[in-house]
């Protein structure tokens, strides 16, 4: 057993670590340099319901597609226009809409592993944060 996986991180053969907080596969490098900073700088894990979210956070509407983004005009697309607002936002502001089967959630942050799209709320989330918003 490796130190990464006595801290919690799963090992896939074929996809590499997996990340224990987000989700994310990451190579056994990127593994520990984030284990590595989570233990100098320790997050916090909150969890919160959709509606608390939604009051305390606030999100933004999709002007790129307008009225036609899911979420009530307010989910972002992984691609084109609506990428490019994205990657010009604080990313203090993003979250990732995270789905895996039944299961959705919010995460705090740009994450890539099975997300759905992206909100950008107008008050930001802190770094020292894990944010997971469940419905």
Same mark, same amino acid.
């Given at each position: +057993?490796?130190?990464?996986? =006595?801290?919690?991180?799963?090992l ?7 990340? !224990?907080? $987000?989700?994310?596969?990451? $190579?056994?490098? $990127?593994? #520990?340099? #984030?284990?590595?900073?989570r233990? %100098?700088?320790?997050? #916090? %894990?909150?969890?919160?319901t *959709?509606?608390?979210?939604? %009051?305390?956070?606030q !999100?933004? /509407?999709? =002007?790129?597609?307008?009225? *036609?983004?899911?979420? *009530?005009?307010?989910?972002? *697309? @992984?691609?084109? =226009? %609506?990428?490019?607002?994205?990657? /010009?936002?604080?990313?203090? @502001?993003?979250? $990732?809409?995270?789905?895996e089967?039944?299961? +959705? ?11 759905m799209?992206?909100?950008? @709320?107008? #008050? !930001?989330? @802190? ?8 419905q």
């Amino acid at each position: +057993m490796t130190d990464l996986q =006595k801290a919690g991180w799963k090992l896939s053969v074929s996809k590499g670590y997996q990340d !224990p907080v $987000t989700g994310q596969f990451v $190579t056994a490098n $990127t593994a #520990r340099l #984030r284990q590595k900073n989570r233990i %100098e700088f320790p997050t #916090r %894990e909150i969890r919160i319901t *959709e509606k608390q979210w939604e %009051e305390w956070y606030q !999100p933004i /509407k999709n =002007k790129v597609l307008k009225d *036609e983004a899911p979420f *009530e005009g307010h989910m972002f *697309e @992984t691609y084109g =226009k %609506e990428m490019a607002f994205l990657k /010009k936002a604080d990313i203090h @502001t993003i979250w $990732t809409i995270y789905c895996e089967g039944d299961y +959705m959630c919010y995460l705090s942050g740009s994450h890539y592993i099975n997300r759905m799209g992206y909100f950008v @709320t107008q #008050r !930001p989330w @802190t770094f020292d944060m894990h944010v997971t918003v469940r419905q």
